[in-house]
């Protein structure tokens, strides 16, 4: 994505938000219909270039760096789902946002986005879940994640990057498109690592919503790559079997960053999904 001539450092349409939580970092572009899209960990807003540039045309995209990432700001300690899903509700408001939004986040944005709908519900008016999941942590996993945190402050984000890289993306994304591994890769070494160990332990201690998911009175797109390893498409599927108004898809030879990965093929379900369910 060029950067905006006014502003070099800042991608197009870039600008700090202020909110009672503090000052965020957000893409804010084009006119209609707003489409909010949440990060995954350890990254940032970038990872949806793809997406802002092709659904800027015919609706306002959304992408902030949620609290501890990018260009937003940092909280060390522990930052909850549901600390970041009221943080995206008082970005709303500082914008004066009030129709509701469709709400598109992966992994850990999807993990936000139950939170989301379980504290903000009038909000929404549509979902789209990517390579995500909801169950909560094994007390092994969350073990792990609170150990990380620590590996993160002490020895730096990059560390917590380079373990998460063979999950991320599927065997034919590091053979075949090695620039966008360099930029994920360059993303995560950066990441402020208070940040990054305060969402390891807000994701440590997220709850289990597979009870929920029947009450998700939403259209929802649920969506996996063909080979993720952390979120597979057989649980994929079982969380679109759980909400009434659900529907699923695969992207073929993606992985967990399926977005990134398979760029035409997600944004074209999402725009097929977003024009059938949600007329413009």
Not at 108 to 125: C, I, P, S, T
Not at 195 to 219: C, H, K, S, T, W
Not at 244 to 255: T, V, Y
């Amino acid at each position: 994505m060029s950067n905006d001539p006014k502003h070099p450092s800042l991608p197009v349409g870039g600008r700090k938000i202020a909110t009672p939580g503090g000052e965020f970092f957000l893409i804010d572009r084009g006119q209609g219909q707003p489409v909010l899209f949440v990060h995954g960990f350890p990254l940032d807003h970038s990872m949806w270039n793809a997406q802002l540039d092709a659904l800027s045309p015919d609706y306002r995209v959304l992408a902030p760096d949620l609290r501890g990432f990018g260009r937003s700001d940092v909280t060390p300690g522990t930052v909850s789902m549901a600390t970041m899903a009221d943080d995206l509700a008082a970005m709303l408001d500082a914008l004066q946002i009030t129709e509701p939004v469709v709400l598109c986040g992966l992994s850990m944005g999807g993990y936000v986005a139950f939170q989301f709908w379980r504290k903000h519900a009038a909000r929404l008016r549509a979902l789209v879940l990517c390579d995500t999941r909801a169950v909560a942590d094994t007390p092994e996993a969350a073990a792990g994640r609170l150990a990380t945190a620590e590996r993160a402050v002490s020895e730096g984000s990059a560390v917590v990057g380079e373990a998460m890289l063979p999950k991320l993306f599927a065997a034919d994304t590091f053979k075949n498109n090695p620039t966008l591994i360099d930029q994920m890769r360059q993303v995560m070494a950066t990441s402020p690592p208070q940040g990054v160990a305060a969402a390891l332990r807000g994701m440590a201690e997220r709850p289990n919503v597979q009870a929920d998911l029947p009450q998700i009175a939403l259209p929802t797109l649920v969506i996996v790559g063909e080979h993720d390893a952390i979120s597979s498409p057989d649980e994929m599927r079982a969380i679109a079997d759980g909400i009434p108004k659900a529907e699923f898809q695969i992207i073929a030879g993606a992985g967990h960053m399926s977005p990134c990965e398979a760029p035409i093929e997600f944004n074209g379900a999402l725009e097929d999904f977003l024009s059938r369910r949600l007329p413009i």
